[in-house]
């Protein structure tokens, strides 16, 4: 769970950039197998790069989610 802390919310929210908060759920989609694929076996460079495209790709996706704006 992430846990933020009560200045930031107020900084977050005189930005407005509270809207832009992923929720916990949301969170856990896109992280949660990572450390699990990663320790079945020693990573490598050819296997580390599209899991890591891919986690940016879902964070891009969220920042530009319409819901969020």
């Not at 933020?4 to 949660?32: C, Q, T």
Request: charged residues 20%; proline residues 6%.
């Amino acid at each position: 769970m992430a846990i933020i802390l009560p200045a930031w919310k107020k900084v977050l929210s005189e930005l407005g950039l509270r809207k832009f908060e992923l929720l916990d759920n949301e969170w856990l989609v896109i992280l949660k197998d990572a450390p699990l694929f990663f320790s079945c076996s020693t990573p490598n460079l050819a296997t580390v790069i599209p899991v890591m495209d891919h986690i940016d790709q879902q964070l891009t996706t969220y920042t530009c989610n319409k819901k969020y704006l």
